[in-house]
């Protein structure tokens, strides 16, 4: 069984929410800002320490060194910030729907691993290298990170939240 506690949990909150119309990171999900509710479902899973990517006011973060370059940057400068972590489980601020369960499935792959045609989450695991990805799905492809098949009950679970109108059906649902 993998030891939790040589993984990091980070939450990716370093986009502009310009399709929101505000920061995601403080929407109210279960009564408490998105951003604490996505590190409890990380801390959850029994990670050793939850860290935040990019700026969030009020909250202790590790800020883009370029600001909105997008998550691939966002990822590699976290990895390679903190080398000597086993491995990094990194979740969007915006898929409140996520469980702890559907998180350990990408834990139990010991070299990595994200869902067939989901990019986020992604568990990646030491060593790590850069890569010339400017999207998730080519780093992934850099890194020779293997997709495993999402389970079907875990589906309706991996909404990614970008507009008011999908956020509207996630509160409501």
């Not at 996505?38 to 909250?59: A, E, N």
């Not at 080398?83 to 369960?101: S, T």
Request: contains cysteine; hydrophobic residues 40%.
């Amino acid at each position: 069984m993998l030891d939790r506690r040589g993984i990091v949990g980070v939450v990716l909150a370093g986009g502009k929410s310009s399709r929101m119309g505000t920061n995601k990171a403080f929407l109210s999900y279960n009564q408490v800002p998105l951003i604490d509710h996505m590190q409890l479902i990380l801390r959850s899973t029994g990670l050793g320490r939850v860290l935040i990517s990019g700026s969030v006011d009020g909250y202790e973060c590790i800020p883009d060194r370029e600001k909105f370059q997008g998550p691939v940057k966002a990822i590699e400068d976290i990895m390679f910030a903190n080398a000597d972590v086993k491995g990094f489980l990194f979740i969007p601020v915006d898929m409140p729907l996520l469980y702890p369960e559907i998180l350990e499935a990408l834990l139990s792959c010991p070299d990595g691993g994200y869902f067939e045609d989901r990019p986020l989450p992604i568990y990646i695991s030491a060593p790590y290298k850069r890569t010339n990805a400017r999207s998730i799905r080519q780093m992934l492809k850099e890194l020779e990170i293997k997709p495993i098949n999402m389970p079907e009950p875990f589906v309706p679970y991996m909404k990614n939240i970008n507009t008011p109108e999908e956020w509207g059906e996630v509160i409501t649902a």
